[in-house]
C-alpha cells in the first residue's frame, strides 16, 4: 500500500514526529488518545469534534506505520516507536535545530 512521504519542512509533520518520540513513551508506548490530547489540547470538546481529531490521528499513525517508524503493540491499543523510527526521528529533529554557522564551523 502506498503513503505520502513525510514533510520534514512542514509544522504538523514536525509535531507529530516530537510527540511521538517524547521520552515518556519509550516504555509503555503511546495511544491515539495521547497524540490527540498533544496535539489537540486536554480542554472539554463536543464529541463529535473527539471523533473527527481521533480519525485525523488515526491517518497520521497509519502513515507513521507505513513507513516504519511505529508498530502496533500486541493485544493492545498502544503504538510503540521502532529502532528505525527513533534513529531517523532524532536525526530528523537534530537537523531541524540545527544551526548552518554551527555545522560549516564543525566541518573545517
Known amino acids: 500500500r502506498r503513503a505520502r ?3 520534514l519542512f512542514a ?9 511521538v518520540s517524547r ?4 516504555i509503555n ?32 499513525l497509519r502513515l507513521l506505520q507505513a513507513h516504519e517508524l511505529i508498530r502496533k503493540q ?4 498502544r503504538y510503540q516507536l521502532t529502532e528505525k523510527g527513533q534513529r531517523a ?4 529533529l537534530a537537523a531541524r535545530r540545527a544551526d548552518t554557522a554551527k555545522l560549516m564551523e564543525n566541518a573545517a
Open 23 to 26: 521520552g515518556d513513551f519509550m
Open 74 to 77: 500486541e493485544k493492545s491499543h
Open 29 to 60: 508506548g503511546f495511544r491515539n488518545r495521547d497524540v490527540r490530547e498533544a496535539l489537540h489540547g486536554t480542554a472539554k470538546q463536543p464529541v463529535a469534534d473527539q471523533r473527527r481529531q481521533s480519525a485525523a490521528v488515526t491517518r497520521q
Open 5 to 7: 512521504g513525510l514533510n
Open 11 to 19: 509544522s504538523a509533520d514536525v509535531k507529530l514526529l516530537e510527540i
Open 89 to 92: 526521528i532524532t536525526a530528523v
